[in-house]
């Protein structure tokens, strides 16, 4: 069996050394380069990658990436996408061909675990299965940001691999400035695009354009192809904060039990909506919320999953919110898992003491 690994890269060269001693599994490494101005070409060569230097004018994502994956060889049997801010577990390609074994080939595309970013203490905090291995023939990345890995070529066959983990160590001074614009561009090249929809709708929330995030949201909500509860209800979520962001505060907790009712199953919406009812202090709509959303213990390994619903805050909530409606005795416990989660936290050691004066 040949791996190649291949990725794009632009002013990346604080990343060469270790992307570069990561990859030692691979029998390949293969770049298109768009543009860098330090000394990422010639270290990246240096350590042995095949590097094509490209320009590509208007931006976007997937043609670097279709030229990338172009310069693998059509002689190696799988290929795998990564970034140089993302590094691979050890073992990576052990647990690729013994997947490979157990299937005798027969597949199209390896998913495995992807972490998007890390907690304080370096452990995953957002993580969930990604689909960048494949078999050389028969894909084409499409969009031009948030850029997907299509299968050309038949009914596609899918695995899931166990073993190893992907993690993306992002650097904080690059600029995300052209996403917005991007992910527009996007949406007006196919306005059916449930995901580029959604997505744009949240860029929109993010960038405190409310009104503009609102309306495309609910867009996606009523896109025949928005089928995914849970994504639906990260919709109706980000409507929600928009709608508190505006002072509108019966429409943003309406939008809040909705996405409840759409994904009773996900810990978010029920964090959202007692994160509602606590700032109106509803402190027993607070209390049950909260506790429906603790009762909620599956990461379920999606994009969808928000940190600070699986920090301390719920704990934190649930147990200022029990104290505070008699049960007293609960809500101490909870406020001490709390800080379990987080023992750098001088608020939640003093509610402590507080509670227990």
């Not at 009712?261 to 402190?283: H, V």
Request: glycine letters at 6%; charged letters at 30%; hydrophobic letters at 40%.
């Amino acid at each position: 069996m040949r791996i190649g690994v291949y990725t794009i890269a632009k002013n990346e060269q604080q990343f060469v050394e270790r992307f570069m001693s990561n990859l030692n599994e691979a029998d390949g490494v293969f770049v298109a380069d768009t543009g860098s101005t330090d000394e990422t070409v010639p270290l990246l060569r240096k350590a042995g990658a095949v590097v094509d230097v490209i320009k590509v004018d208007p931006w976007r994502f997937d043609i670097p990436r279709n030229v990338s994956l172009q310069l693998v060889p059509e002689s190696y049997d799988i290929c795998l996408s990564i970034d140089l801010d993302e590094i691979l577990t050890p073992g990576w390609r052990t647990a690729i061909e013994k997947k490979w074994n157990e299937v005798d080939g027969q597949v199209d595309r390896f998913r495995y675990e992807y972490a998007w970013n890390h907690n304080p203490d370096g452990s995953p905090a957002i993580a969930f299965w990604y689909d960048k291995c494949h078999t050389r023939k028969g894909f084409r990345w499409v969009k031009p940001i948030h850029e997907v890995l299509e299968f050309y070529n038949g009914i596609e066959r899918q695995v899931f691999v166990e073993g190893f983990m992907l993690h993306h160590w992002p650097d904080p001074t690059k600029s995300r400035g052209s996403y917005l614009s991007l992910l527009e561009l996007a949406v007006r090249e196919n306005q059916q695009d449930d995901r580029s929809c959604h997505y744009l709708g949240r860029e929109y929330m993010y960038y405190g354009r409310q009104h503009e995030a609102i309306i495309e949201l609910k867009r996606h909500l009523a896109l025949p192809s928005a089928r995914w509860h849970a994504e639906r209800a990260a919709s109706m979520r980000y409507i929600s904060r928009c709608y508190g962001d505006l002072g509108e505060h019966g429409e943003a907790e309406a939008w809040a039990a909705r996405a409840v009712a759409e994904a009773p199953y996900e810990r978010e919406p029920w964090f959202e909506l007692g994160k509602i009812y606590y700032g109106k202090q509803d402190l027993l709509g607070c209390y049950y919320a909260m506790m429906r959303a603790l009762a909620v213990t599956d990461h379920r390994k999606t994009y969808i999953r928000d940190p600070e619903a699986w920090g301390p805050r719920p704990y934190d909530l649930a147990g200022v919110s029990a104290w505070w409606i008699g049960l007293k005795d609960q809500g101490i416990e909870l406020m001490k898992r709390a800080i379990e989660l987080d023992p750098t936290d001088e608020r939640l050691k003093n509610n402590l003491q507080l509670a227990m004066a």
